[in-house]
Nanobody
């Protein structure tokens, strides 16, 4: 069974950068898509970025600031976050989707942007 482990969250000042990583531990299925989502306090979980079939898509609020990349051989997806703003503060989750009926979420990593 696939398990995802995120790392890289923490406290950063406005304008700073962080790089999140999410590594999968399974080995059976190929991964159709890898994505990052976030959930701020009192808000619903929202899509940040996704990589699928060679195409990447970003939420409008992170375009030009965040970059998603993946290494399928390592079963790892990354999120490079630059020019961070206080409103980027949230728990960030990764998700691997293997098929229409099978997806796995990570446990989340907290990103706090504050001076």
């Amino acid at each position: 069974q696939e398990q995802l482990m995120e790392s890289g969250g923490g406290l950063v000042q406005p304008g700073g950068s962080l790089r999140l990583s999410c590594a999968g531990s399974g080995s059976i299925f190929s991964i159709n898509s890898m994505g990052w989502y976030r959930q701020a306090p009192g808000k619903q979980r929202e899509l940040v970025a996704v990589s699928a079939e060679g195409v990447t898509n970003y939420a409008a609020f992170v375009k030009g600031r965040f970059t998603i990349s993946r290494d399928d051989a390592k079963r790892t997806v990354y999120l490079q976050m630059n020019s961070l703003k206080p409103e980027d503060t949230a728990v960030y989750y990764c998700k691997f989707k293997f098929s229409a009926n099978l997806e796995v979420w990570g446990q989340g990593t907290l990103v706090t942007v504050s001076s």
